[in-house]
T-cell receptor, first 116, second 113 residues
Framework: SAVISQKPSRDICQRGTSLTIQCQVD?????MFWYRQQPGQSLTLIAT?????????ESGFVIDKFPISRPNLTFSTLTVSNLSPEDSSIYLC?????????????FGPGTRLTVL | DAKTTQPPSMDCAEGRAANLPCNHS???????VYWYRQIHSQGPQYIIH???NNETNEMASLIITEDRKSSTLILPHATLRDTAVYYC??????????????FGTGTRLQVTL
């Protein structure tokens, strides 16, 4: 299995600012993902974080709003830019392929963002 | 596109078996059935997955019908800590587009005394 940690666990931000969320996995993984969970809703995939290349975004999500980095096989960041109250959500990091063999996907505890 | 159908909510008495159904009538031959749960304010937790054979682990059992169009997750002795939203997801293994983990609305299981 893979243990995933996220920082910060929660934050309150002002409109127009940005927040960068860090995701650290305790082992090398093949794939990393970022999800958003709006209040009372299910999880929605934002993008796949690709190591050494640009992230692959899902429909409705763009790089200018959600820039993503993945410098190595255990770490990724998600920035939520130009914040508005509609960005208030839980953002979750996820990873798959720990140990190079397992296909099971694991999730971090999430970052709860409130935008005022 | 919704690939699975689950009841929105279910109740279960503590100590009894919780049987959570999932319909996936359009499942493809290479798609696996995965179950996750999300306890309030936590990230989703992997429970179990299977292709066509029944599977069991320390958390639960997964029963997949012979035609693979539906499945049931069984928590043999539910406790209050099993109260959560349970998600049934179908996906292929690998790294392609079809391997993405796409969440539906899930079943909210309430375990009561």
């Amino acid at each position: 299995s893979a243990v995933i940690s996220q920082k910060p666990s929660r934050d309150i931000c002002q409109r127009g600012t940005s927040l960068t969320i860090q995701c650290q996995v305790d082992s090398q993984v093949t794939m990393m993902f970022w999800y958003r969970q709006q209040p009372g809703q299910s999880l929605t995939l934002i993008a796949t974080a690709n190591q050494g290349s640009e992230a692959t975004y899902e429909s409705g999500f763009v790089i200018d709003k959600f820039p993503i980095s993945r410098p190595n096989l255990t770490f990724s960041t998600l920035t939520v830019s130009n914040l508005s109250p509609e960005d208030s959500s839980i953002y979750l990091c996820s990873a798959r392929g720990a140990g190079g063999t397992t296909d099971t996907q694991y999730f971090g505890p999430g970052t709860r963002l409130t935008v005022l | 596109d919704a690939k699975t159908t689950q009841p929105p909510s279910m109740d279960c008495a503590e100590g009894r078996a919780a049987n959570l159904p999932c319909n996936h009538s359009t499942i493809s031959g290479n798609e696996y059935v995965y179950w996750y749960r999300q306890i309030h304010s936590q990230g989703p937790q992997y429970i179990i997955h299977g292709l066509k054979n029944n599977e069991t682990n320390e958390m639960a059992s997964l029963i997949i019908t012979e035609d693979r169009k539906s499945s049931t997750l069984i928590l043999p002795h539910a406790t209050l800590r099993d109260t959560a939203v349970y998600y049934c997801i179908v996906r292929v293994k690998g790294t392609g587009t079809a391997s993405k983990l796409t969440f539906g609305t899930g079943t909210r299981l309430q375990v009561t005394l």
